[in-house]
């Protein structure tokens, strides 16, 4: 497997891998990593899909690209994945996946035009006082001191930021700054999480630095993403004839693991199910029965409340984390889960999907988003966060109707607080401890809602479902390399570790759609050996012209202080004069003649 960049790749086709008719495959779990690993066999490996079975504990397929209408509760999306143009594989793969709704288009056909036609951008990104434009004005506010501190992680090694967390990097400066307030609510990074990552969002994602305040970098999809990305993609596997088997609970895998030789066999799987689950308690697996292995969840132990009863904090036993647990203790190279793990009121945090039925509240929705929610296109254009908010609440209304089954005059919002254990500004209780209901007041409150009409317009106006997550942020705790596994461990002849919590060669980053279709390909390919490569990481952390933006914006635009006073700026700008790097400079604003 190798990574490669271009069109001449991009387009070849590869040529059948040699002895794939002798082999079958099989996945555990059924969120987009598998599904798009499925694929990927299917159409670059040229597996026939009855010979691929995927094992999900769960009755519906999509992981944590959800969407869903609860008959008694109403509808429920747990969060929403931001994507951008350089989601090189995710975009590989929808390519070759049929839309369901336009005739001879794919999935990536219908989400192109749509984003030709409406481009995504917000028109107030915060609020403060009660839903007044909190007056960002795109700006940063990075001190010289916070600039110099993200210069100075950018350029830090990997190693130099193992196991440390963000605020052991960057001042307090830096953490009082707009810059952060987009970051961390946008990307729902604390300040005890991890530093690594956070140098390698700024890699991967340093081409969408200016980008940040309105959103103007980022695409969504048409409805939740469970109908507009996962449902095309099941209804495409299944009439390749792939295998399903819901509610079956994977619950260990054997190894012949040759610790002289390192060689490294999956020899059987172990199941648990329940009605209409797989047949059986497992299935043993020889050098050709190829296995693929999400390993960890942030959506495990999810738990609903509903209008009147709050989400619970589940702690109890997490299957796929004790999967995880279970392989990890056979050898060395297969992580360290506990580092994600172990660290439940680190990592939980709770949001609630709000679904309007009173005609009142979109108007406010209106005066803040300053679109029409109800016409079809971009609403907010991102979250929109209340800067003054004790739990740090952001929400986000996306195209409408965001569920196919809403109704025309019902508007869906996505809500979730950053601060889990912080008594709320409205109702003093914190997000964990409240109802739908509550949830619905503390957010109105800071739409600007009076507050005579809150109480009833939360009861009577909107049904609010809350979800408590607890490890949806556990991937950003601290860690080092060795904590997360290899995609494919060294030594491994059938098997492959992907999703999240798999560790991609490639300088990619993890809560994205992206990752879970990067691990699985780089998975399919090393397995498989395909001699198509996949596709880098887009190349912006090495082009100068993405530097500069990307510093230009950083500094709010402001011109580059040359030290020595007017004649050493004289002199500088006369050697930089007629050249590449002067033109460079100009162009983007840090310096001017």
Known sequence: MRYTAGNYEAFARPRKPEGVDDKSAWFVGAGLASLAGAAFLIRDGQMPGNKITILEELKLPGGALDGIKEPKKGFVIRGGREMEDHFETLWDLFRSIPSLEIEGASVLDEFYWLNRDDPNYSLQRATV??????????????SEKAQKEVVKVFL????????????????????????????RTMFAFEEWHSALEMKLYLHRFIHHIGGLPDFSALKFTKYNQYESLVLPLYTWLLDQGVVFHFSTTVTDVDFDIDKAGGRKQATR??????????????????????????IGSLTENSDEGDQHTPAKLNEGPAPAWDLWRRIAEKDSAFGRPGVFADH??????ESATVTTLDERIPAYIEKIAKRDPFSGKVVTGGIVTATDSTWLLSWTVNRQPHFKQQKPDEIVIWVYALFSDVPGDYTGKTIQESTGEEIAREWLYHLGVPVDQIDELAANG????????????????????????DVVPAGSVNFAFIGQFSESAERDCIFTTEYSVRTPMEAVYTL????????????????????????????????IKIPGGPLARKLLLNKLEDNQIGELLEEFGLIQN
């Open 528 to 559: 498989l050996n395909i001699e198509r490569g996949v596709p880098e990481v887009y190349n912006s952390t090495y082009d100068i012209r993405k530097l500069l933006a990307a510093t230009s914006r950083l500094r709010d635009g402001k011109e």
């Open 344 to 349: 439940i009121p680190e990592t939980k945090w």
């Open 129 to 142: 006082n009660r839903g007044e434009d909190a007056h960002t004005d795109g700006l940063f506010t990075l």
């Open 156 to 183: 830090a090694t990997r190693e130099e930021m193992e196991n440390k967390r963000i605020n052991e990097v960057f001042s307090q400066e830096f953490l009082k700054s707009n810059f952060w307030m987009y970051w």
């Open 269 to 294: 799987i172990h199941w648990d199910s329940r009605e209409g689950g797989a047949p059986g308690d497992g299935v043993d697996l020889t050098e050709n029965d190829l296995l693929f292995v999400t």
């Open 462 to 485: 909107a049904k609010t479902v809350p979800v408590m997550m607890p490890y949806v942020t556990g991937f950003f705790m601290p860690r080092q390399a060795g904590d997360r596994p």
